[in-house]
């Protein structure tokens, strides 16, 4: 085998894989399930793999990326249309650090670490007036070491809490509340990644749209000739 015919082989090749990625990122599929559910997006090996949307029969949607069949970096949003679950999850689950809105104004809002959907770990509460309350959180309530800002940032108190009241006064050390804030930090930026896959799938399931509708007029006109 001559280096010619080599060269061509591997030309064909570097064509195929190319032309297959580009082929299996433009590709959206529709699967509508017995129990009303809807999945609109990519897939690939028949799971749902890359952008996608995926809606509960009860109105509740994810959108974003997904990998291997699993909710990856997106937005949950619930059916009473105000909260919605911003950042990462863990094999379908509301877990990692993310930000949860209450509401559509997003100004009331947790960031921070969660488990299942609930506050567990670090972050803050951020509430609608101004205040944050920054601290160690467990099944969605302050437990542990936390310091509340009124919202001129002064101190209203800290120490340690159960159950989001106070037990002890105590000073929180620097040390923790620069975790507490960092935790936020995280939760946010995860956010805005997700915001970003969102984005990125209302432009793709567009480009998919108006190609079909085009595509389809195009056999209109024809069979109209």
Known sequence: MNKNTLKYIFFLTFLFFNISAFSNDEE????????????????????KDGLGKYTWADGEYYIGEWKRDKFHLGIYYYKDKKRKYCGEFLNNDAS???????????IEKYAGENVSGKREGLGGYFYEEGDIVYGEWSKDNLNGYGIWYNKNNRIEQQGIYKNNELQKKSKVSRSLIDKFKAA?????ANCARARTKVKEYLNKAYEVNSSSKNNNDNKINNNSN
């Open 184 to 188: 936020s930090i995280k939760a946010e």
């Open 28 to 47: 959206f599929i529709t699967n509508t399930f017995d129990n009303g559910d809807t999945y609109y997006g990519q897939s690939k090996n028949e799971l």
């Open 96 to 106: 990692g650090f993310s930000v949860f809105y209450f509401s559509n104004n997003e």
